[in-house]
């Protein structure tokens, strides 16, 4: 069963070829009436009988010509509808004809007609592909600002705790791979609970991004990963550094963050510098560099705090 739109087509092209036809049946049919005409009243002689031969030819052969001339008339349109197909089949949708000023649909032919109907439909095809576009960049950005969430802490905008495990894991499997030293900083904000409970919890918040403000500083940009574990606890992933790194970045976190307004607070830090090696699983001595790192922090505030450990493992 032909759908609406093929039925539409064909019957365009129907209407065509009949007007092409009736054209040329006049122009076979008239001039062989008037040759008869001409040889009754005498005015052509019998001998010019091979006059007829020519409107029979044309009437014999209209089928032939209707369809070259259909060709020779409707080439070049026909080429031009081929290639804006082509062209929107290719995605070039600000594709276009350069068509005259519209006038009554009843004046117009029929290809005409075609060629504004496919510029009409060329230009919804456009405003749908901008629409999607939209859509798709507002997915998009949907999804980075979900990864975002999922992947950073609100409050300073440095990486979560989730993210530090498959981050630091993912590190540790490529110091197998390079032999390189894998160092691990933790950070801890002496008196913050001090500075919470004299002046308020929107210090206490300041505080905290002051702290991470330094740490973006003073991290070499591009391989150090700065994070918050939670509370007034921070840590830094220095991967391919060994101690004497470490101890250069700590100290510089030390220097910088007692120069800011820090109300009071100072850091307790415990580096470790551990070679990962394949002869263990990376989950057990990722839980050992941790643990080692934590009892620096647990030492350093059993001094009072304001203090540094270093670890080599």
């Known amino acids: 069963?032909?759908?609406?739109?093929?039925?539409?087509?064909?019957?365009?092209?129907?209407?065509?070829r009949?007007?092409?036809?009736?054209v040329i049946l006049i122009l076979s049919v008239i001039?062989?009436?008037?040759?008869?005409?001409?040889?009754?009243?005498?005015?052509v002689e019998p001998k010019a009988n091979g006059l007829l031969l020519i409107p029979i030819f044309v009437l014999l052969s209209s089928k032939s010509i209707t369809n070259l001339l259909e060709y020779l008339l409707f080439k070049n349109t026909l080429l031009k509808i081929h290639q804006f197909s082509e062209r929107i089949k290719d995605g070039y949708y600000d594709t276009h004809f350069v068509l005259p000023i519209q006038k009554d649909q009843d004046e117009e032919n029929y290809l005409m007609q075609v060629l504004r109907?496919?510029?009409s439909l060329a230009r919804v095809v456009r405003g749908q592909n901008r629409m999607l576009v939209t859509n798709l960049n507002e997915t998009r950005s949907e999804a980075n600002l979900m990864k975002e969430l999922a992947e950073k802490d609100p409050l300073t905008g440095?990486?979560?705790?989730?993210?530090?495990?498959?981050?630091?894991?993912a590190e540790a499997k490529n110091a197998v791979q390079s032999g390189q030293i894998l160092t691990l900083i933790l950070v801890d904000c002496d008196k913050f609970k001090q500075v919470n409970d004299t002046h308020g919890h929107d210090i206490g918040d300041r505080v905290l991004k002051q702290l991470a403000?330094?740490?973006k500083e003073i991290i070499r940009n591009g391989r150090d990963i700065p994070f918050r574990f939670g509370g007034d606890e921070f840590g830094i992933?220095?991967?391919?550094?060994?101690?004497?790194v470490a101890r250069r970045v700590a100290s510089r976190l030390e220097e910088t963050y007692l120069a800011s307004e820090r109300y009071g607070t100072t850091l307790s830090i415990s580096a470790v510098s551990?070679?990962?090696n394949d002869r263990d699983t990376i989950p057990e001595q990722i839980r050992k560099i941790i643990k080692t790192a934590d009892n620096g922090i647990y030492d350093v505030k059993k001094r009072g705090g304001h203090g540094m450990e270093f670890f080599r493992i």
Request: net charge negative; hydrophobic share 50%; glycine share 0%.
């Open 1 to 16: 069963m032909e759908s609406p739109a093929s039925s539409a087509v064909i019957k365009v092209n129907y209407r065509i």
């Open 18 to 22: 009949l007007q092409l036809f009736a």
């Open 31 to 43: 001039p062989m009436f008037s040759i008869i005409l001409l040889y009754e009243h005498e005015i």
């Open 117 to 119: 109907s496919l510029e």
């Open 158 to 169: 440095l990486y979560n705790r989730r993210y530090f495990d498959r981050v630091f894991q």
């Open 213 to 215: 403000s330094v740490m």
């Open 237 to 244: 992933i220095l991967p391919q550094a060994d101690a004497s």
């Open 274 to 276: 551990a070679d990962i």
